[in-house]
């Protein structure tokens, strides 16, 4: 199993999680965070602008992993910088909390 994490616009959320669910793959976690990628604020400016994002959780079988992505730079590319990331890692185990079943 794969963990996907998305750092994506707001504006762009609500199609990223349509298309992704509109393909098959309807679980999704969202929060909202802020902070800055690789844009530079002005050399000597002493300012770090937060920038609001938000990001994706995804979790995902191996084969889905490049569907996934796929959807997502789809939706969330605007030809600007600042439209994100995308993070990939392995899952060593999952568990249900309700059944205490193990799921890998």
Known sequence: MKLIKA?????????IISALYDAGFPAVTKMDVSGRGRQNAPKG???????PKDLLYIVCEDENKKTIIDIIMEKARTGEHGDGRIFVSDIESAYTISTGEEEL
Do not use: A, W, Y
Not at 7 to 15: A, F, L, N, Y
Not at 45 to 51: K, N, Q, R, V, W
């Open 7 to 15: 750092i994506v616009r707001p504006e762009k959320t609500m199609d």
């Open 45 to 51: 400016s002493g300012t770090f602008d937060e920038l």
